[in-house]
């Protein structure tokens, strides 16, 4: 036997030892299957990390430590080494071509299904009937019709109108903030020289078919991080937009009070500009504005290790002292009590009728099992609702410190993203950290939408949304509005 022939077998038996799957398809070298068709994309014979991602719809294929299966091309190819910045392989690489390719089947699968379901066997004429032979009842018929209508929402790309078009074709939106009217969206736009600017689009135009706004601008710019934002009641309902900016440099982080009469034309006739006011107060996470009568005029903030409200009027100061970060805060409005969520996981209540040293200030303590991102007050107040970074929603009873309901889906690592709590419309509305737009269910959690970002899915690029009863006021319908990149949207019934 001649020793090329010995080196030929010696090596197939190794083949059979190493990779069982030779052995199921023999050795016919005209296999034109995946199992034979291995290409190696990189030079030499170094060694590459093992992987398992293979792409989803290929789970016949096996798996080779080292190798990547593209079902398209039919075969294999080797991963190379990380460090390499020129490989066009990578795990990552990988994964956001295949949430890219998710994301478009999903938006063309949204723009042919006019009639979507948002529960199995509960579609429009499924509903009536059962109406009809009184199956349900007015609660009921109410809301699987409401989350009927929710799931055929369809995308509209809404036309601003400014008096600088060519900003709003450079400046990306960084998040929108509707008021309690839903007729006004605060804005923070990113600059593409850097740093921030506000603005305020006007909703009273937003009436289909044309989807058309106006954005109202002014001359106040900031080159620090805005780390949080909401809506004060200083002279009368949404006066004011409190933002708590970080600190660069030498010049300290601060709280800052902005009137919305500052803008143009975007406060009620008669209304005077109003004065900005800026409080010195470095490092803070989050904000709120108290609608408590027992703290008028007062708003708080959530800094390292510390809770600090603020009365605007008097400039007093309450101080509490926490074990970690204050990462978001509500006030109630019935009884006099501040929700925090901190970094440790933990969700407290502050009685704001103790005391800076008060021994017994915590009046309830909730706890996740990651840094708490969002807390959300319902009406009764009886109960709360918060989010986490682990992408964990929670619906707690405030009355038995229990867990009531869990809400699935939610994707979140480490950012920290709002949620949006309408019991008006009875959902639950949050963006994910894989640009996905979730709504549940208030009622029981059901998943009824998912809708996928217009855009390519990008971390830096994680839309904001605003969803409302009444978009543009009281005469307005119900949507969701979605701000991404440069671009509007606005999801209508």
């Not at 390292?304 to 605007?312: A, G």
């Not at 009622?443 to 390519?456: A, E, K, Q, V, Y």
Request: overall charge positive.
């Amino acid at each position: 036997m001649s020793e090329s022939n010995w080196q030929s077998r010696r090596h197939e038996r190794r083949n059979h030892r190493q990779y069982p799957w030779f052995r199921q398809h023999g050795s016919n070298r005209c296999n034109t299957g995946p199992q034979q068709r291995l290409q190696d994309s990189g030079h030499g014979d170094d060694e590459a990390p093992s992987t398992s991602s293979s792409t989803a719809g290929s789970s016949s294929v096996p798996d080779l430590p080292g190798y990547y299966f593209d079902p398209e091309k039919n075969r294999y190819f080797r991963l190379l080494p990380g460090h390499n910045n020129c490989n066009p392989l990578t795990k990552e690489g990988l994964r956001h071509k295949e949430m890219e390719s998710k994301r478009l089947q999903l938006l063309e699968e949204e723009d042919k299904q006019r009639k979507k379901i948002a529960r199995m066997g509960c579609n429009a004429s499924s509903l009536l009937q059962k109406n009809k032979l009184g199956f349900l009842n007015v609660t009921s018929y109410c809301r699987l019709a409401h989350e009927l209508r929710l799931s055929c929402m369809q995308r509209q790309k809404v036309q601003i109108q400014s008096s600088d078009p060519s900003a709003l074709a450079s400046d990306r939106f960084n998040l929108i903030l509707a008021d309690t009217n839903s007729d006004r969206l605060f804005t923070v736009n990113d600059v593409k020289v850097g740093g921030s600017k506000y603005g305020i689009i006007s909703l009273r135009g937003l009436r289909p078919p044309t989807f058309r706004v106006h954005m109202h601008e002014n001359l106040y710019f900031t080159n620090r991080k805005v780390n949080s934002v909401c809506w004060a009641s200083l002279n009368h309902l949404d006066s004011h937009v409190l933002l708590c900016l970080m600190g660069i440099a030498e010049t300290p982080g601060c709280a800052t009070l902005l009137p919305a009469s500052l803008f143009v034309s975007s406060h009620p006739a008669g209304d005077r500009p109003g004065m900005l006011c800026s409080f010195r107060i470095p490092g803070a996470w989050s904000c709120a504005w108290s609608l408590n009568i027992q703290a008028n005029n007062c708003f708080s903030t959530g800094l390292s290790r510390r809770v600090l409200v603020t009365n605007v009027v008097t400039g007093h100061r309450q101080s509490f002292g926490t074990s970690s970060d204050v990462l978001a805060q509500q006030f109630a409005v019935l009884a006099p009590l501040l929700f925090n969520g901190c970094r440790s996981g933990e969700v407290f209540a502050i009685d704001l009728r103790c005391r800076n040293q008060g021994k017994d200030w915590k009046a309830t303590r909730l706890f996740h099992d990651s840094a708490v991102t969002s807390v959300q007050i319902l009406q009764e107040e009886q109960s709360l609702m918060a989010s986490d970074m682990a992408g964990t929603i929670k619906l707690w009873d405030l009355r038995t410190t229990k867990c009531l309901r869990q809400y699935e889906g939610h994707v979140n690592e480490y950012a920290h993203l709002p949620l949006h709590v309408h019991e008006e419309e009875g959902i639950v509305v949050a963006v994910g950290q894989d640009c996905y737009t979730r709504i549940w269910s208030l009622h029981d959690g059901h998943l009824l939408r998912t809708i996928p970002s217009p855009h390519p899915t990008s971390k830096a690029d994680i839309p904001s949304v605003a969803f409302s009863a009444r978009l543009g006021g009281f005469r307005g319908a119900p949507g969701l509005l979605m701000a991404v990149q440069q671009d509007l949207y606005c999801f209508s019934y």
